[in-house]
Structure formats: C-alpha cells, structure tokens
Antibody, heavy 119, light 107 residues
Framework: EVQLLESGGGLVQPGGSLRVSCAAS????????MSWVRQAPGKGLEWVST???????YYADSVRGRFTISRDNSKNTLYLQMNTLRAEDTAIYYC?????????????WGQGTLVAVSS | EIVLTQSPDFQSVTPKEKVTITCRAS??????LHWYQQKPGQSPKLLIN???QSISGVPSRFSGSGSGTDFTLTISSLEAEDAATYYC?????????FGGGTKVGIK
C-alpha cells in the first residue's frame, strides 16, 4: 500500500524558514517523480514544485528562488526547504507521487502538513 | 502558462442525476488532462488520467472525455458520497496548473 506521510509544518514568522518532509513507502521511491502541491485556506490547488526520479527540478514562479525541492532515495524521503516565507505561502502542503518518472498526474497524495506564516 | 477554466463553479444536484463538469484549456494540451475529487478535510484523489483513462478502484459512474482544449468529467448517476470539489489538472507543460474547482452539492 502506497503511503505518503508529511511532517515539519508549523507556524513561522514572515521572512523565516521551514523544511517539510514526506516519508514514502509502498512503492519503489527512486523510480518516480515527486511533487509538492499546496492549498491555501478555503482555496483551490496550486502546484509548487516537482523533482524527477533523476533529480531534475521544476518550480512555480511564485516560489522559484525561495523554495528548494530535494529527495533522498536512500531514505525514501522528499523534502521542501522553504526560505523567505511570506504570508501568502500559508497553506496545507501536500506531497504527491507522480504517475511516471518525471512530471505526470498525481496518483497518490499525503494527508498534508499545515504551514502558517504570521507574526 | 496554461490556464484551465472549469465550469460551473458550483452545482447542486439530486441523487441519481447526471453531472457534467467542463474544463477548458487556454491552449492545446492533447490528452494531458487529469481529474481529482476532494472531499472536505481530505486530500485530493485521482479519478481519471489522460482525459479518459479509468483508475482502478474508482466507481464506473465516473468517466472523462475530450482532447485538445475541451474536456468533460461526467458522473452518470450521482450518489450522496460524491459531494465534493472536483479539479482538473494539466501535465502538458510547466508550470503545471489546476482548474479553479467545481463544487458539487447534494439537493
């Protein structure tokens, strides 16, 4: 059974940093692309970033230069390092497994971790 | 950036009624269009990939069609458990984008 378990969310001040993680199990992690998708309170889904199985990275314009996606295939874990956080980054951050090795549909999602940016 | 426009924004439907949700892309995306269901307080769930391909475990009342710029998600006979928000998503090019969502309520 595929499982994605996010952790690391919390309350952070504007301008601060946070790293969220996603522990994956139930599939060969190193074979698949992985993504982060966020959802602001009461709003729709917004793609944030994708990392291919070979390490290629892609970012939304709204986070490029501030966020860094990475993966540790030995630990089956996906990361999102978030720097210079803004109030508009407040959202539930979902880890999602891509259907293929690069970008694709998202066939499994985690339960999400809440990041709140506020003073 | 490819913009996905969903309609309607909200639909209130009687059980057993047919539901049709449309998603229009701002440029040709072939069949790289996927549909998700999100119930309140839950994570999104994949319903249909590549416009019309069924997903294992998803009830057969859910189907998708379309290609190019115009796509449709159909629920053939609505059940109470289908109350949710439905999103389309394109993977044709970066940035990956989602439609604004269609909320389906039960009358």
């Amino acid at each position: 059974e595929v499982q994605l378990l996010e952790s690391g969310g919390g309350l952070v001040q504007p301008g601060g940093s946070l790293r969220v993680s996603c522990a994956a199990s139930g599939f060969i992690f190193s074979n698949y692309g992985m993504s982060w998708v966020r959802q602001a309170p009461g709003k729709g889904l917004e793609w944030v970033s994708t990392i291919s199985n070979s390490g290629g990275t892609y970012y939304a314009d709204s986070v490029r230069g501030r966020f860094t996606i990475s993966r540790d295939n030995s630990k089956n874990t996906l990361y999102l390092q978030m720097n210079t956080l803004r109030a508009e980054d407040t959202a539930i951050y979902y880890c999602a497994k891509c259907g293929g090795s690069r970008w694709d549909y998202f066939d499994y999602w985690g339960q999400g971790t809440l990041v709140a940016v506020s003073s | 950036e490819i913009v996905l426009t969903q309609s309607p924004d909200f639909q209130s439907v009687t059980p057993k009624e047919k539901v049709t949700i449309t998603c229009r892309a701002s440029q040709n995306i072939g069949s790289s269009l996927h549909w998700y269901q999100q119930k309140p307080g839950q994570s999104p769930k994949l319903l249909i990939n590549y416009a019309s391909q069924s997903i294992s475990g998803v009830p057969s009342r859910f189907s998708g069609s379309g290609s190019g710029t115009d796509f449709t998600l159909t629920i053939s006979s609505l059940e109470a458990e289908d109350a949710a928000t439905y999103y389309c998503h394109q993977s044709s090019s970066f940035p990956l984008t989602f439609g604004g969502g269609t909320k389906v309520g039960i009358k």
